[in-house]
């Protein structure tokens, strides 16, 4: 028997699962960099799964031992960096927003899956960051607009610090119930 274990790890903010009867396999990856591990021979079969297959491919379940991603399909032989399924770390992204060049930026997206480009614009608006080239070619690719994504986040702060300071009297002054 095979006891070789493949280790997935979640790459997005929500929860992502893996549920098949037919293998007995149910994995839930509740958050961001949640690890699970799966049988090697098992997740062989699971590629044949569409669902699973995109998960994989697209990074949103991210296999970082190569080994593995090369004997399963998924990585060329040989293969010693990512060139198929590629997942940024948040300090990638930060290279890629505040210090490539426009034309590495382009080139490094589009060798990404739309979910990779998708965690690159939800990066930016966490953070603020805007390079106008850059958060356009985003939205051509992934249709979000990353400078109204962060106006409308500044918006509902300000809306939020207007309503709670809307409840407070001010410091000092006396106001007699009726």
């Known amino acids: 028997m095979n006891d070789r274990m493949v280790i997935l790890q979640n790459t997005q903010a929500g929860t992502v699962e893996i549920y098949s009867p037919a293998y007995n396999v149910k994995r839930v990856f509740p958050g961001k960099g949640t690890k699970q ?12 799964d569409e669902g699973v297959r995109y998960m994989i491919e ?18 060329e032989p040989d293969t010693k960096v990512p060139t198929r399924i590629k997942v940024f770390t948040p300090e990638q992204i930060l290279t890629l927003l505040k210090i490539k060049s426009y034309d590495d930026f382009v080139k490094e997206i589009d060798s990404v899956s739309v979910e990779q480009a998708n965690e690159v614009v939800r990066y930016a608006v966490e953070n603020n960051l805007v390079d106008n080239d850059k958060v356009n070619y985003l939205k051509t690719i992934t249709g979000k607009d990353v400078i109204a994504m962060i106006a409308r986040k500044r918006l509902e ?10 409840d407070k009297k001010p410091e000092g002054v006396f106001t007699p119930k009726a």
């Not at 591990?37 to 079969?45: A, G, N």
């Open 157 to 166: 702060a300000d809306a939020e610090k207007a309503n709670m300071n809307k």
């Open 37 to 48: 591990s799966i049988p090697f021979d098992v997740l062989e079969q699971l590629l044949w």
């Open 58 to 75: 697209t990074g949103l379940l991210y296999i970082e031992d190569m080994q593995a991603k090369i004997d399963l399909g998924l990585e």
